[in-house]
């Protein structure tokens, strides 16, 4: 069965440059969410959107931001990087909804991006 | 967002059943309860999830208490490749996981 794909898998960036992560959702998921593993850490999570509007948000960064197009991939900007942002990033989809529907599917994670800044 | 609580970390010997409890003291009654495992460098893994009653697939079974304040997630049959993090987590229809600390399982052979 198809899984969520997530591009590229490693990358290595500067401090203060950009970055820019993709996701691409299973067929027919509506919705797409962000996750920040840091070394030794568990997922945190960034930010979500169903229907390609922004349904939640965490602890993600000013320096940070994300949307999700009309074909449901979804992208992860990220500017200005610091040492701090040296994680794994995981993006996981599933289908939306409402209350007892969206809390019935399980969200399913991609592999995600290694990012080491230098 | 309700809690869960996991223990830090538990052992099993290869071919024996696990169950990897899960307290959430707090959960309300539309939260349905997920697992998850995380092995190293690799993303989180749908194990199993339900709301009320116990549930059952080939990965695993979930027994949820009847006041559904704790449940447990129980493999029938460690193997070497079930050694990971599981993470139990309440979703109650938030576009959102809370992961907690999670359970090292560690497989002896």
């Known amino acids: 069965a198809a899984g969520v794909i997530q591009s590229p898998r490693h990358l290595i960036k500067e401090k203060r440059e950009t970055a820019t992560l993709k996701c691409y959702p299973i067929p027919r998921h509506d919705t797409v969410y962000w996750y920040q593993q840091g070394p030794g850490q568990d997922p945190q999570f960034l930010i979500s959107f169903y229907e390609k509007m922004q349904s939640d948000k965490g602890s993600i960064p000013d320096r940070f931001s994300a949307q999700q197009f009309s074909d449901y991939h979804s992208e992860l900007n990220m500017s200005s990087l610091e040492l701090g942002d040296s994680a794994l990033y995981f993006c996981?989809?599933?289908?939306?909804?409402?209350?007892?529907?969206?809390?019935?599917?399980?969200?399913?994670f991609g592999d995600g991006t290694r990012l080491s800044i230098l | 967002d309700a809690k869960t609580t996991q223990p830090n970390s538990m052992e099993s010997n290869e071919e024996e059943p696990v169950h990897l409890p899960c307290n959430h003291s707090?959960?309300?009654?539309?939260?349905?309860i997920h697992w998850y495992r995380q092995l190293p460098s690799q993303g989180p893994e749908y194990v199993i999830h339900?709301?009320?009653s116990n549930v059952n697939n080939r990965m695993a079974s979930l027994a949820i208490a009847e006041d559904r304040k704790s449940s447990t997630l129980i493999l029938h049959r460690a193997t070497l490749r079930d050694a990971a993090v599981y993470y139990c987590i309440l979703d109650g229809g938030t576009y959102k996981y809370i992961f907690g600390t999670g359970t090292r399982l560690k497989v002896l052979a």
């Open positions: 707090t959960i309300s009654g539309t939260d349905y």
């Open positions: 996981a989809s599933s289908l939306g909804g409402r209350g007892g529907f969206r809390g019935n599917q399980p969200q399913h």
């Open positions: 339900g709301l009320t």
